[in-house]
């Protein structure tokens, strides 16, 4: 039933998709047909996910939610890593 919701949705041609989890229960080739098919997606796809792998491939901004607010970061999950990880204390940035 996912998959058939999700292909009716991405057949509607939205201008943004709204995805909470969209890889969970779906096994791998199910999931790679998924982000191929968003990364063809013309619109804007605001998700949240675990799924760090699909983030490295779909995501061109994370936006992380903590205690001091919102912060934005350019790039995929591999590049909002490296930035936390040099904004520790003793990092570069």
């Known amino acids: ?3 058939v919701a999700m292909c009716q ?3 509607m041609n939205p201008d943004i998709l709204l995805l909470d989890e969209p890889t969970n229960h779906l096994d791998i080739p ?3 047909v998924l982000e191929d098919a968003l990364l ?3 619109g804007t796809i605001l998700t ?3 799924d760090r792998y699909f983030l490295d491939r779909i995501a061109t901004r994370i936006v992380s939610l903590g205690i ?3 912060k934005s970061f350019p790039g995929n999950y591999s590049d909002y890593q490296t930035r936390q990880t040099l904004a ?3 990092g570069r940035l």
């Open 48 to 50: 949240i996910s675990h």
């Open 30 to 32: 199910s999931s790679a």
């Open 68 to 70: 001091i607010g919102l």
């Open 1 to 3: 039933k996912r998959r």
């Open 40 to 42: 063809e997606f013309e």
């Open 9 to 11: 949705l991405l057949l």
């Open 88 to 90: 520790e204390p003793g």
